[in-house]
């Protein structure tokens, strides 16, 4: 059971939250929502787990549709919301069998579904919630999320504040409930996250730029993007916003990317031209593409 979502809109007085929204998510495919905070990804999870009435568009979650069939898909969803929604004073053991209790199951019942996730958590059963750490949190929220074996799962910026190492535990997690039949909608403002996913939807102010695997949004970048670096960062920047040349220039780690209006670009006239602007230590190699380049781009 797949989700379908066909030109929803949500407004908050004057603030279009979503403008037109359409996708489909395929049964048992890890899609993924991405995008940087206020795009409309919140908003619209809450939509489809029926907790906000869209103004406009339709929408099917599992087969349910999210106004008349709301009771059924809350039977057959996991939700896990960014901000962390659990009980802090219960422990952990506390919190998974309360909401075991409140859809019909018990921790025992649907065990082999959260195993993986739960021997991690296990030896602080007895800990409450809100003295676990940022990745502790998380994977009890995801245990909680899976308990009643939901068909497909929304999970809403899972990774925030969580360290390295968590957030490469927790795609591992996804990918292998995704090997389990569930249906998985996961949004993200980490572009390096896009990667993991099936399929992507790039959204922006409320509005899809585009959705495509993770792949093919690379290969359409329409320019070739160099790596560009120098002795002062912040000086390297001002100087090549202001290159005539310039087409685009964004920070990217230790290096700058940057792209040229001309097809016969030179990167020796670029390295001359910085030398001018009294920079040195001056490296300039084509590099590839990446999806954080694709969205500025189609983000202009």
Known sequence: MGITV???????????ALQTISFEVKPNELFGLIGPDGAGKT??????????????????????????????IRKHVGYMPGRFSLYQDLTVEENLKFFATIFGTTLEENYELIEDIYVQIEPFKDRRAGKLSG?????LALCCSLIHKPKV???DEPTTGVDPVSRKELWEMLKRLQQKGI?????????????????????????????????NIVKQY????????????????????TYPHQYSVYPFGEFVHYTDTRLDFNPNDLKIYLEENNLSNITIEQTQATIEDSFMELAK
């Not at 907790?51 to 069939?69: H, P, R, S």
């Not at 249906?183 to 993991?196: G, K, R």
């Open 43 to 72: 908003t619209l999870f809450r939509i489809l787990t029926t907790l906000l009435i869209a103004n406009e568009g339709k929408a099917t979650v599992a087969g349910f549709d999210v106004l008349d069939d709301f009771k059924d």
């Open 222 to 241: 329409p320019k070739t993007i160099y790596d560009v670096s120098a002795n002062n960062m912040y000086q390297l920047i001002n100087s090549l916003k």
């Open 135 to 139: 990745g502790m949190k998380q994977k």
């Open 6 to 16: 066909s030109n929803i809109s949500k407004s908050y007085k004057k603030v279009k």
């Open 183 to 215: 249906t998985i909608l996961v949004s993200t403002p980490y572009m390096d996250e896009a990667a993991l996913c099936d399929r992507i939807a790039l959204i922006q102010d409320g509005k899809i730029l585009l959705i495509d695997t993770p792949e």
């Open 153 to 155: 799962l929304f999970l």
